[in-house]
């Protein structure tokens, strides 16, 4: 069964500094999607950024950004010039392409951003 | 937004009831999952169901059933509950499976 792992609980950054959250992913499948999801306070889940595997560059948005590095199983999250309303829990997340296709989630990352 | 509407945002219930949860999702989506959010399983799925048919489970207890409607809208059913299963429920939808999911707000179920 595929797991996802985030060994980060609790991360803070100073706004607009950058911070890089941690994602490592367990599985034997080649072809699958990873994901960031941010949970603010109101606790809606709000897709940040996707990656497929298949793909060798590194997805981007706006200031989110991805180091995918499949070979290790590691997907991490950085998010440049930090804002206030970036503070919330961020889920790393697993998807395959066939079968169930849900999403498998880590623990999640409590983001806390200091003015 | 998201599209995607869950009803009723907050329940409040007594151990042994049943309640119904339910989603419309997003305009033109067929497929609906349902995941559970607890502070001691974390994000969890439970079931999926595509154009009105069920097509895969995940850890949904046996005192758990969902539905999918031909107008495409899901209801859950959580019966005889207990303390643990007081939760945010979440619903989410895509085109069809394997396309991006699209999450409602959350129904928060608190069991007394």
């Known amino acids: 069964a595929q797991t996802v792992t985030q060994s980060q609980p609790e991360m803070s950054v100073q706004e607009a500094e950058t911070v890089t959250l941690s994602c490592t992913y367990d599985?034997?499948?080649?072809?699958?999607?990873l994901f960031w999801y941010k949970q603010p306070p109101s606790r809606q889940m709000i897709l940040v950024i996707r990656q497929e595997a298949y793909k060798q560059q590194n997805a981007t948005e706006n200031r989110f950004s991805v180091n995918f590095q499949k070979a290790a199983k590691s997907f991490s999250l950085k998010i440049s010039d930090s804002q206030l309303g970036d503070a919330a829990m961020y889920f790393c997340a697993y998807r395959t392409p066939q079968g169930a296709q849900k999403l498998v989630f880590g623990q999640g990352t409590r983001l806390t951003i200091n003015p | 937004d998201s599209g995607v509407t869950q009803t009723p945002k907050h329940l409040i219930t007594a151990t042994g009831q049943r309640v119904t949860l339910r989603c419309s999702p997003r305009?033109?989506?067929?497929?609906v999952y349902w995941y559970q959010q607890s502070l001691d399983q974390g994000l969890q799925f439970l079931i999926q169901?595509?154009?009105?048919?069920?097509?895969a489970k995940g850890n949904i207890l046996e005192r758990f059933s969902a539905q999918q409607f031909p107008d495409l809208h899901s209801e859950l059913n959580l019966s005889s509950l207990e303390l643990g299963d007081s939760a945010l429920y979440f619903c989410?939808?895509?085109?069809?499976?394997?396309?991006?999911?699209?999450f409602g707000p959350g129904t928060r179920l608190t069991v007394l």
């Open positions: 989410a939808s895509s085109v069809i499976p394997g396309q991006e999911q699209f």
């Open positions: 305009s033109g989506d067929l497929s």
């Open positions: 599985t034997s499948e080649s072809d699958y999607y």
């Open positions: 169901y595509y154009n009105g048919e069920e097509r």
